[in-house]
């Protein structure tokens, strides 16, 4: 069992930078891929960005790339989207999900667990 908690969401201006965090319970954090989604009021929830389980491979949706960057720290069960250059589309609450499975990263339904979401509002 996986419990994930999100911070670091915020009110922000166009082209500002924001961190968020998703801290992870239980001993077995290193062996899990971790993603990050988000929904927009109105929209379906999309696909943000993923990592894997040992940290070497990520991956970003296309919207996002050259903007935000993700990483994990597995001593302190912690994954990371930085988010840099934030524009009003990103507007969202930010999901921050984890698995054991290790392909198609992209796709929500491959994650079992999910955190609660933290709000972003970029103001144009």
């Known amino acids: 069992q996986v419990q994930l908690v999100e911070t670091g969401g915020g009110l922000v201006q166009a082209g500002g930078s924001l961190r968020l965090s998703c801290a992870a319970s239980?001993?077995?954090?290193?062996?899990?891929?971790m993603g990050w989604f988000r929904q927009a009021p109105g929209k379906e929830r999309e696909f943000v960005s993923a990592?894997?389980?040992?940290?070497?491979?990520?991956s970003y949706a296309d919207s996002v790339k050259g903007r935000f960057t993700i990483s994990r720290d597995n001593a302190k069960n912690t994954v990371y989207l930085q988010m840099n250059n934030l524009e009003s589309e990103d507007t969202a609450l930010y999901y921050c999900?984890?698995?054991?499975?290790?392909?198609?990263?992209?796709?929500?339904?491959?994650?079992?667990?999910w955190g609660q979401g933290t709000q972003v509002t970029v103001s144009s």
């Open positions: 239980g001993r077995a954090f290193s062996s899990y891929s």
């Open positions: 999900a984890a698995d054991r499975y290790r392909s198609r990263l992209y796709e929500a339904d491959n994650y079992g667990y």
């Open positions: 990592i894997s389980w040992t940290g070497g491979r990520t």
